[in-house]
């Protein structure tokens, strides 16, 4: 479990080649590395959100009761896991183009869910949910996520670097919106979870 980890952040294109080589399964990518990675921002923010409250750094904070913060972990967990199937549909739409044969969809959605490992570590600062932190933190996790998804496109989709910096470039970019979903979500639900999510799971 969770083996490539290390090697994506810390040599990036020796560990996609080991992993080109597995033909692992969506199935085994989840079990092994994304259900798993998914729960740091998730249970960190719970812990957060419960102990200490999202502020902007100054003395109110706004927390949450256990039960809601489970809802509103649950909610977020189920989010992020479909969006690393978004994003990898996404990516074989553009590899289409620029790869023949182009990679079939089980393979994008393995390359999306092990470039996502930056970001999800990144939920480590959800334990002190200051905004601007998980801001700062999230900015890093996307740097760190373009350089792995760069030296990832010529090892694992079989596109070319000229060609690969196109796809990475798209991907960043979409990358970046789901980003500031994810971030919008999760200051909805934590932040004013008291309010949505009781009437979103009594009448939902």
Wanted: neutral net charge.
């Amino acid at each position: 479990m969770l083996t490539h980890v290390w090697g994506l952040l810390a040599h990036p294109s020796t560990e996609w080649t080991q992993i080109s080589k597995e033909e692992e399964t969506v199935t085994h990518l989840y079990a092994h590395h994304v259900l798993l990675l998914a729960a740091v921002p998730v249970i960190c923010a719970y812990i957060g959100t419960t102990q200490v409250g999202w502020s902007f750094g100054g003395e109110h904070a706004i927390k949450l009761n256990y039960l809601e913060a489970l809802y509103a972990g649950i909610a977020f967990y189920i989010t992020i896991l479909a969006a690393v199937f978004a994003v990898g549909s996404m990516i074989r739409s553009m590899a289409k183009r620029y790869s023949d044969p182009p990679p079939s969809r089980r393979r994008c959605v393995i390359f999306a869910g092990y470039i996502a490992t930056p970001m999800f570590l990144s939920g480590l600062v959800a334990l002190y949910p200051l905004i601007w932190l998980c801001l700062l933190a999230g900015t890093i996790g996307l740097c760190v996520t373009g350089y792995v998804l760069y030296q990832g496109i010529p090892h694992f989709l079989g596109i070319s670097s000229e060609k690969g910096f196109i796809v990475s470039s798209a991907t960043l970019a979409v990358g970046v919106l789901v980003l500031e979903a994810l971030l919008a979500i999760t200051v909805m639900l934590w932040g004013y979870g008291q309010i949505l999510l009781p009437w979103l799971f009594r009448f939902g």
